[in-house]
């Protein structure tokens, strides 16, 4: 009995949480379909007076500034994580392994890096005046691409992988890429797939390397895109002002902010379960690891 009371609080409090999350959403995307004019008129409403679709017909009628934003934020999400694994997880094997007699000397290094930093301004200089990154798609790939925090976890992991399977790949003639590649790399899937996954969702919420580093429009991310449109009308007039099937500048600037929110996350609401998926699979490789 006291067993079915817990179950049934636990699924109750799992219930409050889907409820509290679902609610911000359900507002927003109440808002993107309700009338500009309703919203000026009476305020925000909850159930539409009206149900307009004026702001998606808007956004999918001169959908290229949007596509362009998204399309940068999704090469953001999935090439530079992708190279922080290769990269990071390579390091932190070579660092992993007692044969390589620097890597202590290598870990202080990366410590300090950890400890102290020169700063925003001196890496705004170094990465606009001398690696040449302002207004540069490469900045959203290049910038972060290694951490020293990333690098200690792909080393703890990895140093957790039994010696003898690595000394008998060796023994068969097996290079140190190819160690990593065919041995240390299947028994670390967890890893890779935590590590992928979280860089992943960082990448596409960043909206700080468009603000540091982009003064072009069409170089602007989603996040800080979205960002833009929500804080300045006059972004959005100058961006939509072309736009045909609105020529008379009733520009439904209110619902397209939350339009514009909606439509930010679709690329994640479609992708996410299948993240998941793989991310949950490489977890329960990773507990069953002898």
Known sequence: MQSKKLTLFSHLVFVLICIITFVPIFITIMLSISNETDIINYGYKVIPMHIDFSAYKLIFTDISSVATAT?????????????????????????????FRARKYIMYF????????????????????YLGLANNIMAYIVLGLVSGWNIILFKTFFSQIPASLIEAANIDGASQSRILVSVVIPMSKSIVASMFFMSMLGRWNDYSTSLYYM????????????????????????????????????????????????????????????MQKYFSKGMAVGSVKE
């Open 71 to 99: 399309g940068i934020s999704i090469l953001n999400s999935f090439v530079s994580p992708a190279l922080m694994v290769l990269m990071c997880g390579s390091i932190g094997y070579a660092l992993s392994q007692p044969i």
């Open 110 to 129: 990366i410590l300090v890096t950890m400890l102290f930093s020169g700063g925003l301004i001196p890496s705004y200089i170094i990465n606009t005046q």
């Open 215 to 274: 003064s072009d429009k069409h170089l602007y991310n989603l996040q800080y895109f979205l960002q833009k449109a929500l804080q300045e009308s006059s972004f959005l007039k100058e961006t939509y002002a072309n736009n045909p099937a609105f020529s008379n500048g009733d520009l439904p600037f209110e619902t397209l902010k939350f339009a514009l929110a909606i439509v930010s996350c679709i690329p994640v609401l479609i992708s996410f379960p299948y």
